[in-house]
Structure formats: C-alpha cells, structure tokens
C-alpha cells in the first residue's frame, strides 16, 4: 500500500474486492455468457445422442423379426416351393429375352421394306420355336400353382394362430380373462402340414422331365439368326436353357433333403438384410428385406452426381481463387453459393417438367444411338436425379474447395512465379497438390450432402426397386432406381408402427446415419492429418 | 551484356559516386513512381546496379525496400493494385515493361529469394528441379546434374546429398534458405534478388548465408534487401539508403558506413531512428 494516499482514492485492497457487481441468481455476467454457450452445446450433444439411441431402439427390433420372417418362410414351407418357382422365374426371363428378339427381328425386316404378312412368314418358324419354348414349361407351373396354394394356407394359418395370440394377450393385460379364455389356439404342425408338400415330390419329378424334354427338343429348332448380334442374343439364351436342364437334378436333390425344421444361423437375419439383393414389401408370397438395390441406387446417383458436380466445383473454386478478377469473384461466389438456396422439391420439380424430358429428347437424336443404353427407357432415372444432385452438391464442394485453395500460404505461390512458372502450372503443381487434402475434404463431403439427399431422388429417380443390369456397361447409368432415403420418405407413412417393414426402414436409416458419420469422420481426418504438410 | 544508353540521370543520386562508373549497369532504375493504389510507395526512384555486385538496400521499414526490389522481377503485378505511374526499369539494357517482353523469361533471369524460407511441400530433389521441369526439362540425367551443381553452388550439398528424395520441409531455417538459393541458381539466372534473407535465421546459419552470397557474387549480380546494418557492411560492395519512398543515399558501401553524405544516412546507421 501506497505510504501517502491520496484522499480521493480509495485504497488498493477496496479498489480490488468490487462486492456490489451486478450478480442474476448468483451468477456474474461472465459465469451467465459461459453457461448460455455451455448450455447451447449440451443441448446439441444430448439431441445428437437421443436421435442416436432412438434410432438404434428402433432399428435393432429388425433382427428379431426378420428372424420370425425367415423362420416361417422354411416352416410354412415356401422356401421348399420356391425351388420349383425359380426354375419358372428363369425360363420367363428368357420368354422374355426371345419375344425381344423377335421384336428386333420383325423391325429389322419392315425397315427393310417388307408387309407385315411377308414378315409374319419369314418369322413364322421363329414363332414355332418361340411357342415351343414358351409350353414347355406349362407342367411345372401346373405343379407351382398346387404348390403355392398349400404354403400360402399353411401360413396363413400360422398367421391367424398369432393373430388370436396377440389378441388373447391384449385381453389379458385389460383384465378380461373369461374373454380371453374363449380363443382357442391350436399351434400350427408344420411337421405334419408339410407332409403334403413334399408328397407332391414325385409329381414335381415328373414335372421337371416333362419340362427337360419339351426345352431340349424346342432348343433342336432353335432356327438360325440373319444377324450376328441377334444370334448372340439365341445363343445366349440357349445356353442359360441348357444351364438350367442341367441345374435340374441338383435342385431335386436339394428339394429332397430340406427339412421344414432345418435351424436357421442367427447371423441370417443379419445377412439377408445387408447383403440381400431383394427389397419386396406387402407381398402375397414372402417379404424380403435387402438393402443391396436401395444401396446400389444411392451409390450409383451419388457416382453420377460427384462425376458432374467435382469437375464443375473444383474448377469453379480453381477460377475464382486464383484467376477471376475481384468483381467476377464478387460476381460468381455468391451465384454458386445462391444454388444451396433452391428447395431441393423445386429441383425435383424442374426435374420432373424439364430435365427428364429434356434428357431423354437428347437420347433419342439418331445420331447419338451408338452411346450405350441410349435411347432411354425412362424419363426418370438415375442420370436425371444424378444431375439435378451434382447441382446441389456444387456448393458444398465449390465453397469448401476455394478455402481450402486460399488457404495454401501466398509465399508457395510467388516463389512458383519467381521461378518463372506460368498461372497454368502454378495452379497444377503447387497449389492443388499444397490443398489436395482440403479438396478431397470437400468433395467427400459433397459426397455426404448427395447420398444424404431425399426430396430429388425420391421425385426424379423413377423410384424402381431393383439392382440396375450392369451387363449393360454405361447403360445402367439411365435405368430407373430407388434409393435409401427415397424409400424412407415414401414408404414411412404407409407402414404399421413396430411392424417389421417399419423397423426396417429404421434400419436403412441406421445405415445411411452410420454411412454419413463415416463419411464426415474420414474428411476431418485427412484434414487434420494433412494440414500441416500444406506449410 | 549490352552498353548502357548514355542519357543523364536526373537524380542526383542515381550513381554511386565513386562506384566506378565505368563498369555496365546490370539493373538501370529511371525516375520511377510506383503507387499501390492511391498511396505513392516509390517517388523518383533511379538507380543503376553493377553486375557482379552485391548491392544492399536498407532503410527503414516501410520505405518501398521490397517494393523496388520486386519491380525487377515483375511480382509486383500479382498484385491488383500495384502500377507504376512513371519511369523505366531496365536489365541488361532491356525496358522490362516493354510489350515484347516475356514476363516468364524474365523472372528466369532474375532468381528471387524471400524473406521466408520458402520451400515447396516437395522433396528436395523435386524442389530444385522445378524451374527446369516446368520449362519441360525432363532428362534425367540432366536433372541430377542439376541437382547436384546448384546444391553445391548454395554450399548445401555435403548436408543433403543422402537425403535428396525427403520433404525439403524436414530441413533447418537456414538450410531450407539455402535451398531456396540453390532453387534459384537452378534456373541459371544472371540476377538474384533476396528480400531480407537471413531475417528469420539464427547467427550461424546467417554467416553460411553471408559466405554463400560472396561466393555467389562470382557468377550472378546480387541485390539483397537488409535491415541488419552489420550485415550490409559486411557482404555488400554497393548500398542504398531508401527513406520514405525515397532514394536518399547511393554509394560504395564503405562511404556510406565511413563518410556518409545526407544527415538522414548518418542518423540511420548511427541508431538515432530507424
Ligand atoms: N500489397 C500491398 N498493397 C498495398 N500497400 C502495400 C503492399 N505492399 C506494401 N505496401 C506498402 O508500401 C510501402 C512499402 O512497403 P515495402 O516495400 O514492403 O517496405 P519495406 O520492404 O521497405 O519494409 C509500405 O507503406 C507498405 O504498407
Ligand atoms: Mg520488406
């Protein structure tokens, strides 16, 4: 303490210890900032984790139903049935694969300036063979239909056993048990019940001859093609006949040994959803719940959208940061940005009235008919959603991509230009290799922003559930598809809460949850990784 | 090398008085206004540099020192608004700014060296070569010479000769400065300019630096911008005392550390501002 104080100050000790600070329930304005903020983040955690752990809470019910599904599918039976229906469900692709051949064929010949009677002759031993083809396989559907009958009863037995179960157990928990005494529930014997099926063993033996004998012998009058490529396309077919005569003995032999009571491996629920190659929901026969075409179907728009959108980004953030001049920069910076302005359903839209339209006029021009897949079946397919996705992922990977230039140190740059580099190989050699980490950030989460993406897809990519023909090469790129987040949007509202299809949506929403976490994870982490080598 | 033009300078202290006059400018700086913007950075500036000599620049910060020094490779017009309003700048007798001339050929003849050591994220073999490449050098053979030549030409080569394919990042501050010294060489310029080249370096790796530039002044015509006053004394032949944009003193280094003309020089290098 000062020896001589001046009157007027007041001593150092009071002038340190302020008692009468503003205090709001006890707490200083400094303490109330660090709280409020404190707070803000603790909410964003904790929403984080409900949304998590409700996710999975609903979700993980899958397995255990899944599980029921698959047990009643060997039980009841239609497992055993479906060995017969496959071989049906082949020989129809290839009725298929040969009525389109005869289409060719018939528009090969009128182009050539033939009448349709003369045409209708010149095919008339295609049509025999093709008719030939076609019956062949009438006996074994005779015995598919009987088939399908008896398993479809004996499951909807079953389901009416549980029916009354889940009835009784509701009218036990509301106290009336006099009531519930009154529903009878006799277990289904599937033991007993699946006799019948496979009694009709023999019948489906015969089946098969018939069916061997009539293909083999329609195959003998396979007649020849006046094309090469339409000759592949027999050939082709002729051989898939003859692999499947051939399948014929191992399928009986398979047929003969299932047992309805075989145990079904616990890890098959898990499997049959993540790798199954099947998504059939509400059928009459059995569901399946694949994931694989809804995978498949945001991977491959996901592909088209970044093939567009990381070229179109890139170079934008390339232009701007280095070449533009400050009013184009001004100019085309928020242009870009004001694309993530657009609601995605007015994307869809545009897609829906213009793009698609548009597009597939374009594949029509005769003179592009050489492209692959060209011209387009459908309006809306993975390409128009593909599109109209790169759009709006342009943003993300332009904005992120342009700090990530401009963050390269200025002195990287004049030391290249003082060593006599021109602009061109500045930007080649040094500055996107100095921001490559930065870049592929962005374009991984481009990435995110596009499979996350749901009003577009599910309006412009022609929601068809099935793993596009990659035997067609570029082709698969303008087949219809459905994806991840279309189903969930489009199928949520319609299902019975706590079902199975339910959960399994649940489920498609864990993985693309897990996927964009993976995604975001892997960009932080090159960024992080990386940052230092950018100087 | 071609004949200066014999037109009289108008400043009064365009020519180093007793630097011998005789000798061929290598760098020959008339009247020139350089602005950024509307803020005058150089006013009147003329200057003639020998060849094969080191010429310091000093001064106070702030006084266009860096500014002058990157007119005579052109990196001034990365930047938007730097213009020069008046005057000339000529090398080896050439108007720099003339529209025939090749910005890209000139910077290959005038080498830069930067206050920060300034490597590429790239080995060191990769760092050298780049002048060669991006003229399309691909030879092997020639670039290993190269290599070679240049890290020994920056007095480098016995420390990295084993290690020439790791990140030139990996090295010390004064080996990387050596490294941008020898990136310049690679390219053969005739000129170096160094803007502050041993600022960030500690004493030791400042006096390999100093050594190298009296090796260097062999070869090559070097300019090197300075605020360390020992450092002027000790390596330059020529010095430049720049005060507010201007050129105040041009004079053997000797006369100006000894016998300054201006009051202004003699206040600086005593320590009275600065
Ligand atoms: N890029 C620039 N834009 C605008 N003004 C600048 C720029 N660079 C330098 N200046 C200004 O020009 C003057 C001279 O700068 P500089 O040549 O860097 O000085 P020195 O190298 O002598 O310290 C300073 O006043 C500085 O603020
Ligand atoms: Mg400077």
Redesign the pocket.
């Known amino acids: 303490m000062s020896p001589t104080p001046s009157p007027s100050a007041r001593p150092i000790s009071e002038a340190l210890l302020n008692r009468n600070r503003f205090r709001f329930l006890g707490l200083t304005p400094g303490e109330i900032i660090k709280y409020f903020f404190n707070g803000n983040a603790v909410v964003a955690i904790v929403v984080l984790a409900l949304i998590t752990i409700f996710l999975f809470r609903e979700g993980a019910g899958f397995f255990g139903q899944n599980m029921q599904n698959l047990r009643i599918y060997r039980l009841a039976g239609l497992e055993y049935v479906d060995f017969i229906r496959r071989q049906v469900d082949e020989h129809t692709a290839m009725n298929r694969a040969l009525n389109e051949s005869r289409l060719a064929q018939f528009n090969r010949l009128t182009a050539a300036g033939r009448t349709v009677e003369e045409v209708n002759t010149a095919l008339a031993p295609f049509d025999a063979f093709a008719t030939a083809f076609g019956d062949s396989v009438e006996d074994v559907r005779g015995v598919l239909s009987d088939l399908t009958e008896v398993a479809t009863a004996i499951k909807q037995k079953d389901q009416v056993n549980r029916d009354r179960l889940e009835q009784k157990a509701m009218l036990l928990g509301a106290g009336k048990s006099d009531e519930a005494d009154k529903i009878t529930v006799t277990p289904v014997d599937f033991a007993k019940e699946t006799v019948t099926l496979k009694g009709t063993f023999p019948a489906c033996q015969a089946a098969n001859q018939q069916f061997a004998g009539k293909l083999q012998a329609a195959l003998a009058t396979a007649p020849a093609m006046p094309e090469a490529k339409l000759q592949k396309q027999i050939d082709t077919v002729q051989a898939q006949a003859q692999a499947l005569i051939a399948s014929l003995p191992e399928i009986e032999r398979q047929m003969q040994e299932w047992k309805h009571d075989a145990p079904i491996p616990l890890s098959r629920s898990f499997t049959s959803f993540l790798f199954g190659r099947q998504w059939l929901t509400a059928s009459f026969w059995q569901d399946w719940y694949g994931i694989i075409p809804l995978f498949v179907g945001s991977l491959l728009v996901s592909i088209i959208a970044l093939t567009i959108a990381v070229p179109l980004g890139v170079s934008a953030a390339i232009y701007v940061s280095e070449i533009a001049s400050v009013r184009e920069k001004n100019f085309i910076k928020p242009c870009i940005e004001f694309i993530s302005a657009i609601p995605s359903v007015v994307l869809g839209f545009f897609g829906i009235a213009m793009l698609g339209t548009a597009l597939r006029a374009l594949s029509q021009v005769s003179w592009l008919s050489w492209f692959p897949g060209f011209p387009m079946s459908e309006r809306l397919n993975s390409l128009t959603a593909g599109c109209l996705l790169a759009l709006m992922a342009v943003p993300t990977i332009f904005s992120l991509a342009e700090d990530a230039l401009n963050n390269v140190p200025k002195h990287f740059k004049e030391a290249s230009y003082a060593l006599g580099a021109n602009r061109f190989q500045t930007i080649v050699r040094i500055l996107v290799p100095a921001s490559l980490s930065g870049i592929i950030s962005a374009i991984l989460l481009g990435f995110g922003r596009v499979i996350g993406e749901t009003m577009v897809v599910l309006l412009c990519a022609g929601n068809r559930i099935a793993i596009p023909n990659f035997t067609e090469g570029l082709g698969a790129f303008f087949q219809p598809v459905h994806t991840m987040t279309g189903i969930i949007a489009q199928e949520m509202g319609e299902v019975v809460t706590g079902s199975i299809h339910y959960r399994a949506l649940f489920m498609v929403g864990i993985v693309l949850f897990l996927l964009s976490l993976g995604i975001n994870y892997v960009a932080q982490l090159i960024v992080r990784r990386y940052r230092i080598s950018i100087g | 090398m071609n004949p200066t033009d014999t037109k009289t300078m108008q400043s009064a202290t365009a020519d180093p008085d007793s630097a011998d006059a005789a000798a061929p400018a290598m760098i020959e700086v008339e009247n020139l206004d350089f602005f ?2 509307q ?1 005058q ?1 150089l006013h009147d500036v003329s200057i003639r540099i020998p060849a094969n000599k080191v010429t310091a620049f000093i ?1 106070p ?7 002058l020094l990157r007119c005579f490779n052109r990196m001034n017009d990365l ?1 938007d ?2 213009r020069i309003d008046a005057g000339r700048i000529k090398i080896h007798g050439v108007d720099i700014h003339h529209a025939d001339v090749d910005v890209i050929a000139l910077r290959r003849q005038v080498g830069m060296v930067f206050q920060k050591s300034n490597p590429f994220p790239k080995s060191i073999y990769e760092n050298i070569t780049y002048g060669l490449q991006i003229q399309g050098v691909k030879d092997r053979k020639q670039l290993d010479e190269v290599v070679e030549k240049s890290l020994r030409g920056a007095a480098l080569w016995d420390e990295v000769k084993d290690r020439l394919h790791t990140s030139g990042l990996g090295l010390s501050g004064g080996q990387q400065q050596r490294l941008c010294i020898a990136r310049a060489i690679a390219v053969e310029p005739s000129i170096i300019l160094m803007d502050e080249p041993c600022s960030a370096l500690d004493p030791i790796a400042t006096s390999k630096v100093e050594e190298l530039i009296q090796q260097l002044k062999t070869k090559y015509t070097i300019v090197i ?1 300075t605020h360390n006053m020992q450092q002027a004394g000790r390596c330059s032949d020529q010095t430049a005392f720049f005060y507010l944009g201007k050129l105040i003193e041009y004079s053997k280094t000797e006369k100006i550390f000894t016998n300054p003309a201006q009051k202004q020089t003699e206040d600086y290098i005593t320590g009275r501002f600065g």
């Open positions: 950024y913007g803020a950075a001064g910060s702030g006084c266009g020192k860096s500014t930047i608004v730097a911008v």
